[in-house]
């Protein structure tokens, strides 16, 4: 696969191309120049270690472990960066070759919070999915709901009867995106619409449905008339909490019936509502056991040889991404081997410049791709198509062709009372114990990043996954829009990725002798954020305190020495913007990028750390915290604006704060030092340190205002304030070794 080709047989041609990135060769020689400028800096600190009894001394020695493991993540970094990897599907020649044997296609979409993730949002990324380009009798949607809401029920119900209106709608017309909140908020104006009456129509529809929704969550009551429509409310009649009820399946459309048809008369894709028992003392697994729950019901009513994972809050962007996605796994030559296909994550409510850094532009474009050039593309938790036989634990054997070009076993004999009935018995509390499930079958359980662990698994087994990145985004989310939602998210995903590290599925032991060792380093690019931390926090507290004492931690400016320094920091750095522009960023953006790596890494990241700890030495269990998504219209007004969102008293903001003040007081101490030496020997001594703390200043500009100058309810509380400055205060009275 890693052939220019996708592959065939010389009389059919490729179903896709992998072609590798441009000037690769020359990458490599100047990442080589930067790896000798990271041994010149190793080689000066081990060789200019202050005496014992030197002010200094231990700072020194700290100076030396950071810059090292600053310097072996970097080298860890470059491993996808020496093999990135394009790919482009044909799906023009799928649909000549295969168009009358199309394959089956569940799609999984899991929500947990109809408060969080309420269930407008859920049913427009069912919609979106439920009006793919692709033959609709062959799709089958299954919701998760963890949240065992009966609002959440009654959304999907509605969205069902919109959908015989809005499918045809979609293909009639080819709009884009088939999300119709997003849909609708891209095409405001009906003056812009050559089908304008239809528009208009339609339009009224989708907002007497969401008001319907949207009244019955505010009123917590569904009114009778429509309880009475379909049977599955009867579920909710016995005694439903969220974490305490019975084993729910609900078939909404049953895609099996030729008489379930949309208003044109096609029929209407398979539509099933589940949600798993849940009891209080019995472990759920969180996202992973749903979607292993999902993976069983889905096996008893329609066992689609290719399956879609989403997230509720990430609608489908591109109609014929069923159809790319298939071009890879039935590709005569290389398909068999291919497990997964991944998308990146996008975002369709980021602000101009993206000022909380989730986008990821060079992650997607460079880093992700590099991954997939190994054939071990990351599975990212949403986003991905699967093959289901890899789910379920089968090993890659080299005769095996790819079951796929079968009928998904609908069963028309059972009736819908006996698929949910048999479906039910599926997702009891019970049922998996003694079993594989959440070991080697299924995603793998006891990690919060469950995706990344059972991606490696899949690829230890065997077999090849894909990433596949198109101009056009495949798939939309919600995007953090606080600070603390962000930082949140992060320490979320950064705990889970440190806990692989630990565990037996770390890529180095795990992966060893079955995947790339170049993959394996880049497995580690992500589970070692978390470590990250403490040279990052070293650097941005250490040096601007030896500058408030007067002790230099880096070589003179009239030394060759610093040559190192600076050609690494200025290669790096104007390397990182070239990139970012590649990738589609701005110069912007790059820069509120800097400052998010810096503040994720001194709070989310460090945090993270100590709570895998704790788990490690069994003081703490795994938790899975949601975002929420879900802001006020005053929130939302400052992110539109980019001004940053703090208004919590998090221990994290505190960090970040007394931290933000301690660059600013070093800076000013540092250039009076500076100014008033007659002679320049602090000049040639501190201005290293000065540089520094001018660069953490300049990032820290949204914190200081936020501490000193905003009134909004997005400022730094003062409790947080009076924190910091004491914290600062006895910072500057420790003494420096």
Not at 224 to 248: R, Y
Not at 416 to 443: D, F, H, N, V
């Amino acid at each position: 696969m890693g052939k220019q080709e996708g592959g065939g047989e010389e009389s059919l041609p490729p179903l896709f191309e992998s072609r590798r990135a441009r000037f690769i060769g020359l990458y490599r020689v100047f990442a080589s120049t930067i790896l000798v400028g990271v041994c010149l800096i190793w080689v000066y600190r081990v060789t200019n270690i202050p005496r014992a009894g030197e002010a200094g001394r231990w700072a020194w020695l700290g100076m030396l472990m950071a810059e090292f493991w600053f310097g072996l993540y970097w080298i860890i970094t470059q491993s996808p960066r020496w093999n990135v990897t394009y790919r482009q599907p044909f799906k023009d020649r799928l649909s000549h070759r295969y168009e009358d044997k199309l394959p089956g296609v569940d799609i999984f979409i899991c929500t947990a919070d109809p408060k969080m993730e309420p269930p407008t949002l859920v049913i427009n990324t069912v919609l979106s999915v439920l009006s793919y380009n692709y033959p609709t009798e062959k799709l089958s949607v299954y919701l998760s709901d963890d949240g065992g809401s009966e609002f959440t029920f009654y959304a999907l119900l509605e969205a069902s009867r919109f959908a015989k209106y809005w499918i045809p709608f979609c293909k009639k017309f080819n709009v884009e995106p088939r999300s119709p909140e997003a849909y609708f908020a891209l095409h405001s104006d009906v003056h812009d619409i050559k089908y304008g009456q239809e528009w208009l129509e339609i339009k009224k529809l989708y907002e007497e449905m969401k008001n319907r929704i949207e009244s019955a969550v505010a009123t917590a009551e569904i009114p009778v008339e429509i309880k009475k429509q379909h049977k599955g409310f009867s579920e909710w009649n016995l005694k439903v909490a969220k974490n305490d009820h019975q084993s729910i399946v609900q078939i909404i459309t049953d895609g099996r019936d030729i008489n379930a048809v949309d208003n044109d008369g096609c029929q209407l894709p398979m539509m099933v509502y589940m949600s798993r028992e849940k009891k209080p003392q019995q472990p759920h697994n969180f996202k992973a056991g749903a979607l292993n729950a999902l993976l069983r019901v889905s096996s008893e009513i329609s066992n689609a040889p290719f399956i879609l994972l989403l997230d509720c809050d990430m609608y489908a962007n591109n109609a014929d991404s069923i159809r790319e996605a298939l071009c890879f796994f039935l590709d005569e030559k290389y398909g068999p081997e291919i497990a997964y296909v991944q998308h990146p994550q996008g975002y369709n409510n980021l602000t101009k410049d993206d000022i909380y850094g989730n986008e990821c532009f060079v992650i997607n474009a460079v880093e992700l791709a590099g991954l997939g050039g190994y054939g071990t593309a990351l599975f990212c938790g949403t986003g991905c198509f699967h093959r289901r036989e890899c789910l379920f634990g089968r090993k890659y054997s080299k005769d095996y062709t790819g079951h796929w070009n079968i009928e998904s076993q609908k069963t028309i004999e059972r009736s819908i009372k006996e698929l949910e009935e048999s479906a039910k018995a599926l997702i009891s509390c019970s049922y998996e114990k003694g079993t594989q499930w959440g070991k080697e079958m299924g995603l793998i359980y006891g990690c919060p990043v469950e995706d990344i662990a059972t991606g490696l698994a899949v690829q230890c087994r065997g077999w090849k996954s894909i990433y596949y990145n198109p101009e056009r985004k495949d798939f939309l989310g919600v995007a953090p829009n606080t600070l603390d939602i962000a930082l949140i998210q992060h320490k979320r995903w950064s705990e889970g990725l440190f806990q692989i590290f630990f565990s037996k599925y770390c890529p180095f032991i795990y992966g060893h002798g079955k995947i790339h060792l170049g993959a394996q380093m880049a497995y580690c690019i992500y589970l070692l954020w978390a470590p990250f931390s403490f040279p990052t926090l070293y650097y941005v507290t250490i040096p601007p305190l030896c500058l408030l004492h007067g002790i230099p931690l880096f070589p003179k400016v009239s030394s060759l020495w610093f040559l190192a320094f600076a050609y690494v920091f200025i290669a790096k750095n104007v390397y990182s913007i070239v990139e970012a522009l590649r990738s589609g960023s701005t110069l912007k953006a790059w820069w509120y990028l800097q400052r998010m790596w810096l503040i994720r890494r001194i709070t989310s990241y460090f945090f993270a750390f100590f709570d895998t700890i704790k788990r490690q030495l069994g003081l703490s269990e795994t938790e899975f915290a949601l975002t929420d998504k879900v802001i006020t219209d005053d929130v939302s007004k400052r992110y539109e604006q980019e001004i940053m969102e703090f208004g919590s008293a998090s221990i994290m903001y505190t960090v970040l704060a007394t931290s933000a003040l301690l660059n600013f007081l070093s800076l000013v101490w540092g250039t009076k030092r500076v100014v008033m030496d007659r002679h320049s020997k602090a000049l040639d001594q501190l201005i290293s340190q000065v540089i520094l703390s001018v660069i953490l200043v300049l990032i820290n500009l949204p914190v200081y205002q936020a501490l000193f100058i905003r009134s909004d309810k997005g400022h730094i509380p003062s409790s947080v304030t009076f924190k910091s400055v004491f914290l600062l205060a006895l910072a500057c009275l420790m003494p420096i070794y």
